[in-house]
C-alpha cells in the first residue's frame, strides 16, 4: 500500500530553518505530482507548496513563496520542503500528500491528492 512519511520537524527559533523530508513508497513516485500541506490547531489545512513529477513545475501558498522551496528526488522517492525565515505564524503539523493524477499539475487543492502522511510537528518559537 501507499505510504508517505514526513520526518525533519521540530522546534526552531524565528528566523531559523528546517528542512523537511517525505519518504513515498508503495508507488511509482517519479510520475506524480507531490504536495505539502499545513495545519495549525483550529484552522484549516492550509497549502504550501506542490511540485509536478518532473519538478518542471512548483506552486506556492502565498504566506510561503519566497521562504520555502519544494523539490524532489525521484531517484530515492523522496519530496522536500527547505523552509528559511521561519515565522511563528508557519507552526503547524505539516503534511505530504501524492496526487491524484499522473503528470498531474502542482495544484494547490487538497482535492486533487488521494495520499497523506500522517504528518510531522513544526513548531517557530517567538
Known amino acids: 500500500q501507499v505510504q508517505l512519511i514526513e520526518s525533519g520537524g521540530g522546534l526552531v527559533q524565528a528566523g531559523g530553518s528546517l528542512r523537511l523530508s517525505c519518504a513515498a513508497s508503495?508507488?511509482?513516485?517519479?510520475?506524480?505530482?507531490m504536495g505539502w500541506f499545513r495545519q495549525a490547531p483550529g484552522e484549516e489545512r492550509e497549502f504550501v507548496a506542490a511540485?509536478?513529477?518532473?519538478?518542471?513545475?512548483?506552486n506556492y501558498g502565498p504566506s510561503v513563496k519566497d521562504r520555502f522551496a519544494i523539490s524532489r528526488d525521484n531517484a530515492k522517492n523522496l519530496v522536500y520542503l527547505q523552509m528559511n525565515s521561519l515565522k511563528p505564524e508557519d507552526t503547524a503539523v505539516y503534511y505530504c500528500?501524492?496526487?491524484?493524477?499522473?503528470?498531474?499539475?502542482?495544484?494547490?487543492?487538497?482535492?486533487?491528492?488521494?495520499?497523506w502522511g500522517q504528518g510531522t510537528q513544526v513548531t517557530i518559537s517567538s
Open positions: 500528500a501524492a496526487g491524484q493524477r499522473a503528470f498531474g499539475a502542482a495544484s494547490s487543492s487538497g482535492h486533487d491528492y488521494n495520499y
Open positions: 508503495g508507488l511509482t513516485f517519479s510520475l506524480y505530482p
Open positions: 511540485i509536478t513529477s518532473r519538478s518542471s513545475s512548483t
